[in-house]
C-alpha cells in the first residue's frame, strides 16, 4: 500500500508539473491525490497506525485489541485532523488576505499606482510596476499581487510584446518579494506556522538574496524594452457603492489593510494564536470600516458592480484548493515513513544544505514551488522536532531558524521563476498573456537563472 500510495505522489506531481501540455488543471490533480492517499491510507491504516502511532494509540482506545472501526476513528481524529488543521491555518490565512485586497480594491486604495503609471518612459514603468508588487507580494499573496498589476497594467500598454516584458517582471517581483516574509508566500507561512522560523529573522536572513534574484533579471528585462511604450490612458471606472470615498478615507482603510498585516506576526507572538487569527482580525476591523464608511450607499442597486476582476477570485480559490491539496498529500506520504527513511537516505548520500538548495531551486522550476517545498520540508520536519532545545545552527540546520528552511523556501522561489509555469504567479501570467514557454525560456527563463544564482552565492557569503 505505501508504494501505491508513493506512485500516486509521483504520477500526481507528474501531471502537476505537465498541467501545460496535458490541459488537466494542477489544481483538480491535487485535490484528487490528496484525497485519494488517505483513502487508501485508511483502508490499510491498521499497520500503520501500530507503526507509527502505538503509544497514541494504546491511551486512545483504553488497552482494547485493535479493530478496523477504532483503528479509523483514531485516524479520523488523531492522525488526519492534525493535517487539515495544517492546511486550514494557511487556507485561511490565504482567503483572509484575498478578501482583504477586494475590500481595499473596490475602495480605490490602489488608484495612486495607476497614477504613476501615467508614463511612457519604460524604465519608469517598468520599476514602478515592479517595486510595487515587490512590496504588495511581500504582504499579501503572491497571485493576488500578480493578478491585480497585470489587470491594471493591461489597461494602459496596448503592445503585446511590450505587455509580456513587463509582465514578466511583474511575476518575477512577486515570487521574490512574497519569499522575503513570513505572510507573503504559503511555504513562509507553513515555515512559520510550523514553528520552524520566525518572522524578524527569516525575513533579515533572505533581504539581500530576494532582492538580487529580483534586481538582476528585472533591471536585464528592461534592456529589451524600448524608450517609449506604446501607452493609452482610460477614465477611471465606476466602482459602484464607494465613488465618493475622500483621499483620506482611502489612505485610511490603506492603512488597516497593509498596516494591519504587517502588525500580525507581533500579534502572534504575543498571543501565540495562530497567524490566520491575526489576519481575520484585521479583516474584520477593515471590513466594518468599509460599512461605516460606506452606509449612505450600501444598498444602492449599483454596488454588484466590481472592479475585482473574477479571474482573481477564481484563481485565489484554485490555489486555496490546491494549497490544500499538496498539504494533504505530502501529509499522507509522511504517516507512511516514507520520509523518514528518505531523509536517512540523503543524510547518507546528499546531506549538505546547499546541494539541497540546488536539487529544489532545480525541481521547483518544473514542477512547483509550493508543492517542492512541502515535500522538502516534509523531509526534515521529523528532524526539527528531535533536535534537543538549546542547539544552534552550527550544529545542526533544522533548528528553528536554522539554515535548510530558508535555503528551501528561497530555492524553491526563485527556481519558480525559472520557468513561468513553476508558480501559480506564472501560470496567471501564461493565463493573461497568452505566453508561450519556449519564449519565456528564451527571454527570461535564463536571465532569472542568473539573478537566482546570484542570490545562491550571497546566502553562502552570510551564513558559511
Known amino acids: 500500500m505505501t508504494i501505491v500510495i508513493v506512485a500516486i505522489l509521483f504520477v500526481g ?82 482567503l483572509a488576505t484575498m478578501t482583504i485586497v ?10 495612486f499606482i495607476s497614477q504613476y503609471m501615467r508614463t511612457r518612459n519604460s524604465r519608469k514603468m517598468l520599476w514602478i ?33 511590450q505587455r509580456m516584458l513587463l509582465g514578466c517582471a511583474v511575476a518575477i517581483s512577486a515570487n521574490c518579494g512574497g519569499a522575503l516574509t513570513v505572510i507573503g508566500d504559503p511555504t513562509g507561512l507553513v515555515l512559520w506556522n510550523s514553528g520552524l522560523v520566525t518572522a524578524t529573522n527569516y525575513s533579515l536572513s ?15 528585462i528592461g534592456r529589451s524594452l524600448p524608450e517609449r511604450l506604446d501607452t493609452e490612458w482610460i477614465t477611471m471606472p465606476y466602482r459602484g457603492d464607494d465613488a465618493n470615498l475622500s483621499l483620506w478615507q482611502k489612505m485610511l482603510m490603506f492603512v488597516i489593510g497593509i498596516g494591519g498585516l504587517w502588525f500580525v506576526p507581533t500579534f502572534h507572538n504575543i498571543t501565540k494564536l495562530s497567524p490566520f487569527i491575526g489576519a481575520l482580525c484585521v479583516l474584520g476591523v477593515l471590513w466594518v470600516f468599509n460599512e461605516v464608511v460606506n452606509r449612505k450607499s450600501m444598498y444602492v442597486s449599483d454596488v454588484v458592480q466590481r472592479r475585482v476582476p473574477r479571474a482573481l477570485q477564481y484563481g485565489v480559490i484554485q490555489m486555496i484548493l490546491f494549497v490544500m491539496g ?43 514551488n509550493f508543492a517542492t517545498a512541502m515535500t522538502m520540508i516534509s523531509l526534515r520536519e521529523a528532524d526539527a522536532a528531535a533536535v534537543l532545545p538549546g542547539m544552534v545552527q552550527d550544529v545542526s540546520p533544522y533548528v528553528q531558524n536554522g539554515l535548510y528552511w530558508k535555503v528551501i523556501a528561497y530555492a524553491s522561489a526563485v527556481g519558480g521563476n525559472i520557468l513561468c509555469s513553476g508558480s501559480m504567479s506564472g501560470l496567471a501570467l501564461m493565463q493573461m498573456e497568452r505566453l508561450h514557454v519556449g519564449w519565456y525560456m528564451r527571454n527570461i527563463g535564463w536571465k532569472c537563472l542568473v539573478g537566482g544564482l546570484a542570490g545562491f552565492l550571497i546566502m553562502i557569503v552570510l551564513f558559511i
Open 13 to 94: 506531481f507528474f501531471l502537476i508539473s505537465t498541467e501545460r501540455l496535458t490541459n488537466i488543471n494542477k489544481t483538480a490533480v491535487a485535490i484528487f491525490i490528496g484525497t485519494l492517499a488517505w483513502m487508501l491510507y485508511i483502508s490499510n491504516g491498521s499497520d500503520y497506525v501500530l507503526k507509527q502511532h502505538l503509544d497514541e494509540y494504546l491511551i486512545f482506545s483504553g488497552g482494547e485489541e485493535p479493530s478496523g472501526s477504532l483503528v479509523k476513528q483514531f485516524i479520523a481524529q488523531n492522525v488526519f485532523l492534525k493535517y487539515v488543521g495544517k492546511a486550514s491555518e494557511i487556507v485561511l490565512f490565504i
Open 102 to 111: 477586494e475590500i481595499m480594491q473596490n475602495n480605490g486604495c490602489f488608484d
Open 129 to 161: 510596476l515592479s517595486a510595487f508588487t515587490f512590496v504588495l507580494s511581500a504582504n499579501l499573496d503572491n497571485l493576488t499581487s500578480t493578478v491585480m498589476v497585470l489587470t491594471m497594467m493591461h489597461g494602459v500598454v496596448k503592445n503585446r510584446r
Open 206 to 220: 533572505l533581504a539581500l538574496p530576494c532582492l538580487a534574484a529580483w534586481c538582476i533579471p528585472v533591471w536585464w
Open 326 to 368: 499538496i498539504m494533504l498529500v505530502v501529509g499522507v506520504v509522511r504517516e507512511t515513513g516514507v520520509m523518514s527513511e528518505c531523509a536517512a537516505f540523503l543524510d547518507e548520500r546528499m546531506s549538505n544544505v546547499w546541494l539541497m538548495g540546488v536539487f529544489t531551486g532545480a525541481v521547483s522550476s518544473v514542477l512547483d
